[in-house]
T-cell receptor
Framework: DAKTTQPPSMDCAEGRAANLPCNHSTISGNEYVYWYRQIHSQGPQYIIHGLKNNETNEMASLIITEDRKSSTLILPHATLRDTAVYYCIVRPAAGNEKLTFGTGTRLTIIP | DSGVTQTPKHLITATGQRVTLRCSPRSGDLSVYWYQQSLDQGLQFLIQYYNGEERAKGNILERFSAQQFPDLHSELNLSSLELGDSALYFC??????????FGPGTRLLVL
């Protein structure tokens, strides 16, 4: 599985957009970018995933660069409940189905 | 709520003992995954079952075993417990080879 690099921590003001970067320069053509978050020892929560195109759902937007070597997760209007550890994971579409979690980014939303 | 349930929520036991953790996947999901999260190791994949059959193994100790039953629920058995086995144990399920949804976890404390 391709490795990912994320900043260990970030702060964001409540109500502002939180932009979380992830580098995955060794990503292969058949690998997806997944984002999960974990709020204080709860089970990891799926946020969004994508292959090539930008994706948006009710929780967040995922922007993937054209060369697919990096991506950004955007939480458009951060709330205090978005304080969590965010994991960027690269994973093949089929075959090796496990998720390999790194250390993630600890996002703190500041009131 | 992810739809994945795990019991018990908390478990306190002594070294040398054996425990069983239970996971009920989301309705219709055939794949079940077990992960361990300890303070020093982060979230690590243990084992995956698909429709009753073992599909993949990760960093699972020989003292640990799992199975998936015909009704698709899964159990993770931990035996000869050591202090270092204290951790959060998460179960996840998926309907296809893409998104995994995690349960709330079982917190195991070995004294």
């Amino acid at each position: 599985d391709a490795k990912t690099t994320q900043p260990p921590s970030m702060d964001c003001a409540e109500g502002r957009a939180a932009n979380l970067p992830c580098n995955h320069s060794t990503i292969s053509g058949n690998e997806y970018v997944y984002w999960y978050r974990q709020i204080h020892s709860q089970g990891p929560q799926y946020i969004i995933h994508g292959l090539k195109n930008n994706e948006t759902n009710e929780m967040a937007s995922l922007i993937i660069t054209e060369d697919r070597k990096s991506s950004t997760l955007i939480l458009p209007h951060a709330t205090l409940r978005d304080t969590a550890v965010y994991y960027c994971i690269v994973r093949p579409a089929a075959g090796n189905e496990k998720l390999t979690f790194g250390t993630g980014t600890r996002l703190t939303i500041i009131p | 709520d992810s739809g994945v349930t795990q019991t018990p929520k908390h478990l306190i036991t002594a070294t040398g003992q054996r425990v069983t953790l239970r996971c009920s996947p989301r309705s219709g999901d055939l794949s079940v995954y077990w992960y361990q999260q300890s303070l020093d190791q982060g979230l690590q994949f243990l084992i995956q079952y698909y429709n009753g059959e073992e599909r993949a193994k990760g960093n699972i100790l020989e003292r640990f075993s799992a199975q998936q039953f015909p009704d698709l629920h899964s159990e993770l058995n931990l035996s000869s417990l050591e202090l270092g086995d204290s951790a959060l144990y998460f179960c996840a399920s998926s309907a296809n080879q893409e998104t995994q949804y995690f349960g709330p976890g079982t917190r195991l404390l070995v004294l």
